[in-house]
C-alpha cells in the first residue's frame, strides 16, 4: 500500500512563504508524474502543479510565478515552495501520484491545511 504523507501547512499572514512536503512510503520514480491540488471551502478540488518523473513542471495560470515544484529522489519526496501567498491560497493541499501504465491509479495523501491571512 503506497502512502502519501504532506506536511508543512500553517498560517501565514499575505505576502509570505511556506514549503510543503510530500513523502512518499516507496521510490517516486515508481510514479509517472507527482503534483499537488487543493480544495478551498465550498470548491472543488483544483490542480496546482505537477512534476514528472523526468523532471518536466506544470503549473495552474494561477500560481505561476509564485509557486515552485521540485522533487528530491534521494528523499522520495516532493515538494511545493509557495511565495507572494495571497488570502485565495487558503485551501487543503493535497499530494498526488499517478501511475499511468496499462490502468491508471491515483494515490492521494491525508492533506494539509494552508491558511493566508490578509
Known amino acids: 500500500q503506497v502512502q502519501l504523507v504532506e506536511s508543512g501547512g500553517g498560517l501565514v499572514q499575505a505576502g509570505g512563504s511556506l514549503r510543503l512536503s510530500c513523502a512518499a512510503s516507496?521510490?517516486?520514480?515508481?510514479?509517472?508524474?507527482m503534483g499537488w491540488y487543493r480544495q478551498a471551502p465550498g470548491k472543488q478540488r483544483e490542480f496546482v502543479a505537477t512534476?514528472?518523473?523526468?523532471?518536466?513542471?506544470n503549473y495552474a495560470d494561477s500560481v505561476k510565478g509564485r509557486f515552485t515544484i521540485s522533487r528530491d529522489n534521494a528523499k522520495d519526496t516532493v515538494y511545493l515552495q509557495m511565495n507572494s501567498l495571497k488570502p485565495e491560497d487558503t485551501a487543503v493541499y493535497y499530494c498526488?501520484?499517478?501511475?499511468?501504465?496499462?490502468?491508471?491509479?491515483?494515490?492521494w495523501g491525508q492533506g494539509t491545511q494552508v491558511t493566508v491571512s490578509s
Open positions: 512534476i514528472t518523473s523526468g523532471g518536466s513542471r
Open positions: 516507496r521510490s517516486i520514480f515508481s510514479f509517472n508524474h
Open positions: 498526488n501520484g499517478v501511475q499511468d501504465g496499462s490502468s491508471r491509479f491515483d494515490y
